[in-house]
């Protein structure tokens, strides 16, 4: 695939091109070939540190899950069968939670791995659009989800249908009240179909692994995602809190029971097909980071 030249605009670059690379890459099973092209973004798009970011999520992708730095992901199934990954013992939702937290910076969660973000959140000036925008693809990637779990007829997502966290009804609301204040509802843009692509593409190929990308999209909503979701309120829409960011009961008790939930469904899945399913972690941030990308715009 051709790379995006340095003229043009970084974001509409990185939009159009990074998520088309990590689906081939991860479809080919070959996540580790995009490695220097990712270098190579971070480079181009230095002055947007938020790609940065995104870039560094995929390197330590590629590193494997925590306890096997250096393992690259096409031998990661080479690794002892019985060996302990951090937080096994807990059980699987420990076990992905300790890979996520890698994913953060170090500012973000004592597990943190990443650098400081040189574009802290609190430095993010979106438009009143662009958060509409971030809605929008948002609510796709959830509608996904919650048609795929609704519609499974797999026992092992039985267990995920209207379990407290679901967002589309939330944001149908949402969306309804920028409606009746004069703004026209976009089209979801390359961010949030690419994702809903590779996730389809994930049903058929590797089904255990779709549920490391419905385990951090809901979960990262609850607890960063609030906080995103208070800053964007204070700062283009006078405090208004949008539905996005309310559940029926308390959020807290659903977490926890979906936590068991999952646990229950992968405790009798093999060793390799938890790793395939860890594995997954870089790219559900890459893909999620893409549009998060909406609002990490500079003033």
């Known amino acids: 695939m051709k790379r995006p030249s340095q003229r043009?605009?970084?974001?509409?670059?990185?939009?159009?091109?990074?998520?088309n690379c990590l689906t081939r890459a991860s479809k080919q099973g070959r996540f580790c070939v995009c490695v220097k092209n990712y270098r190579w973004l971070s480079t181009v798009f230095s002055q947007r540190s938020f790609y940065s970011r995104v870039v560094a999520m995929a390197d330590s992708a590629v590193r494997g899950p925590p306890g096997m730095e250096g393992t690259s992901m096409d031998s990661v199934d080479s690794v002892v069968q019985g060996e302990r990954r951090p937080g096994s013992h807990k059980g699987f939702v420990e076990e992905m939670r300790f890979v996520a937290m890698r994913l953060h910076t170090r500012d973000q969660a004592k597990e943190g791995t990443l650098e400081e973000s040189a574009l802290?959140?609190?430095?993010?000036?979106?438009?009143?659009?662009?958060?509409l925008q971030f809605l929008v693809d948002s609510k796709y990637v959830y509608e996904f989800f919650e048609t795929f779990m609704n519609q499974s007829q797999d026992n092992m997502f039985v267990h995920f249908k209207q379990t407290g966290l679901e967002r589309v009804p939330a944001l149908e609301e949402d969306l309804n009240w920028f409606k009746q204040r004069g703004f026209s509802i976009p089209n979801p843009e390359k961010p949030g179909i690419a994702y809903v692509q590779y996730l389809e593409?994930?049903?058929q190929d590797k089904p255990h692994a779709l549920l490391c990308h419905w385990y951090n999209f809901y979960f990262a909503h609850t607890a960063g995602g609030r906080m995103i979701g208070r800053l964007m309120s204070k700062l283009l829409f006078d405090g208004h809190v949008f539905e996005f960011y309310k559940w029926e009961g308390d959020v807290k008790q659903i977490l926890d029971q979906v936590r068991v939930k999952i646990d229950e469904t992968a405790k009798d899945w093999p060793r390799d097909v938890k790793d395939e399913c860890l594995k997954e972690t870089g790219l559900?941030?890459?893909y999620s980071g893409t549009i998060l990308g909406h609002l990490a715009k500079r003033a």
């Open 201 to 203: 593409s994930l049903v």
């Open 8 to 19: 043009t605009a970084a974001p509409a670059a990185f939009q159009q091109w990074l998520p």
């Open 284 to 286: 559900s941030f890459s």
């Open 120 to 131: 802290p959140i609190q430095e993010w000036h979106p438009s009143q659009k662009d958060y």
